[in-house]
DNA sequence: CGGTAGATTTCGTGA
DNA sequence: TCACGAAGTCTACCG
């Protein structure tokens, strides 16, 4: 890994053209060929950036870095101004990042126990499919009805807006014209709440702690 | 700014929890309170992270970086094995960055030139507003019918659904009750098409170029 | 502060 | 390779 700090102006042409007055900025070069340029301020994204893989030229105080994106090329220019440092370091392997509490592990254990869901529910099958994609969960009711779950971390119109897809193509099947649709979240936006209930979509706000049975059942419904 | 390479390991807890096992990573600290860590490789996004406003404190090998989230609280633990490298750049103030060719020049070209959407229309304004947010653009065609235009760069599933959502709100005025849809986008995906043809929406594939005027017209229309 | 929509989204997965 | 959906999405804008 190179780090340069640089007065320098950047300029990039791809998907869209952005140019970057001169000032002083952080210039990292990975060793995978990934180029990020970053101020010291603005958090988390580039000011600048191209991901690997990446062909690096350096020019005097010009250097290019060029990927073929398609049939057109994406270029990112920096011309250097001053350089303040400029330094590398071998940082070998890196070890993954291990990830809980995503919409995978709240699904996980929704199927392990729907009927956290608030009624008797049994699973037939998780990502259940259907021509335009998988619904997350297909269970039963106690009456042998049957019940897509939809899961998300958090509900916002297009959950409400996929589960009516999903209902729509799976209510094709005459054994299934009867299906429910349950939405199960961590958090609901309201309008999610109202556009659930005009379609006839029960809405279940979960928590994967609780669901994991490290904390108090404090379970809401809507409607 | 301040750089530090540092063989250490990471936990974040908060919207989730993740471990970062031991390897030698690179940690920024930016002058507005951003954290960074980075590998040596996976491009762009950091492996762990902390967006302003934090607070960071430093006691031995320990570097813990916090933040307010609502109830919950955003937790950053550095654990430091062995520095390699540890120094403090001043950078003052960054200039902006100037982008052009985002979704807002698509707009702003078509409302230019609506005609460009295949058809004789007239614009009657961008941005314009229903309850639940605005339409890129309101145009009116030869038979001074309404014509709702979405804009998109990349047009999918949720394009279409967006558009559908203005079109039940505009059409609830019975001056508007007659209203079409389109939808335009430099790139579609097969999906979008299909949808639009059963609402009844016209998808137009256009370039920013183009529309310009800077490349020969070669105009692609679905349905 | 909360919701909506855009992003050079990036990133992973599955066909 | 392409398309689709999640993301600690982040970020800007608007109420």
Chains 1, 2 share one sequence.
Not at 58 to 72: C, L, P, Q, T
Request: negative net charge.
């Amino acid at each position: 890994m190179r780090l340069i700090v640089a007065r320098c102006g950047v300029r990039y042409t791809g998907r869209l053209n952005a140019v970057l007055p001169e000032s002083t900025r952080l210039l990292i070069f990975k060793s995978d060929g990934s180029v990020l340029v970053h101020a010291d301020a603005g958090g988390y994204k580039p000011l600048n950036w191209m991901t690997p893989p990446t062909a690096i030229e350096e020019v005097d105080d010009r250097i290019v870095v060029r990927k073929h994106a398609g049939k057109a090329e994406d270029r990112l220019e920096i011309r250097i101004v001053e350089v303040l440092s400029d330094v590398s370091h071998e940082m070998g392997e890196a070890a993954g990042l291990e990830k809980d509490g995503v919409e995978r592990d709240l699904q996980e254990a929704l199927a392990a126990g729907p009927e956290s869901l608030g009624e008797e529910l049994r699973l037939v099958r998780r990502e259940w499919p259907t021509d335009i994609g998988p619904v997350d969960l297909m269970c039963r009711d106690d009456a042998d009805g049957w019940v897509a779950v939809e899961v998300k971390r958090i509900a916002g119109i297009e959950a409400v807006e996929q589960l009516v897809r999903y209902l729509e193509r799976i209510r094709l099947d005459p054994a299934r014209s009867d299906c429910r649709g349950v939405l199960a979240a961590q958090r609901f936006r309201p309008q999610a709440v109202t556009l659930a209930e005009s379609r006839g979509i029960r809405c279940v706000e979960v928590d994967l702690a609780v669901l994991r049975g490290e904390r108090e059942p404090e379970l809401t419904l809507f409607s």
